[in-house]
């Protein structure tokens, strides 16, 4: 009786494993499965991304929506500068919170992040140029300093 009874247990072990086998295989099976997706999902997003740096960088026609993303970007570079969403109201308010590269606050932030612009990737190209009293009355917030910078473009085409 006990050489059935550990062939029973033997009998239960061996079903267990194979059941846990089946189940890994299965759950691996899942996993991979997620990975794939997780992969192609990212690949699409890198493709959007290497879209977008081409129409930050190229020479077509100046957007807003291309003139927003520099600036979005721009904004995020900045030491004490925060990533905005691209999908930020045009109402936020571009200076808040920056620093210079010593580490100290700016007192004018709207025209030192105009500054700041002017110098970043194709504003710098396009020798964009803004104007002080224009960026200080009309840039305050994230549609202003488009429009500031959308009227240079209208007055050089």
Request: with cysteine.
């Amino acid at each position: 009786m006990p050489k059935r009874a550990a062939d029973k247990r033997r009998g239960r072990a061996n079903k267990q494993k194979k059941r846990s086998k089946k189940a890994l295989a299965k759950d691996l099976h899942a996993h991979a499965a997620q990975l794939e997706a997780t992969g192609v999902s990212m690949m699409l997003r890198a493709h959007r991304l290497r879209t977008r740096a081409v129409d930050l960088t190229s020479s077509g026609p100046m957007t807003s929506a291309i003139a927003k993303d520099i600036v979005l970007h721009a904004a995020a570079s900045l030491p004490g500068g925060k990533p905005y969403n691209p999908a930020t109201p045009n109402s936020t308010k571009v200076d808040g919170g920056l620093i210079n590269s010593s580490g100290a606050s700016v007192p004018d932030g709207i025209w030192y992040f105009a500054q700041v612009c002017m110098t970043y990737g194709r504003f710098d190209t396009d020798k964009l140029v803004l104007w002080p009293e224009d960026v200080r009355a009309n840039g305050k917030t994230l549609g202003g300093f488009v429009n500031c910078i959308m009227n240079f473009y209208r007055s050089k085409s």
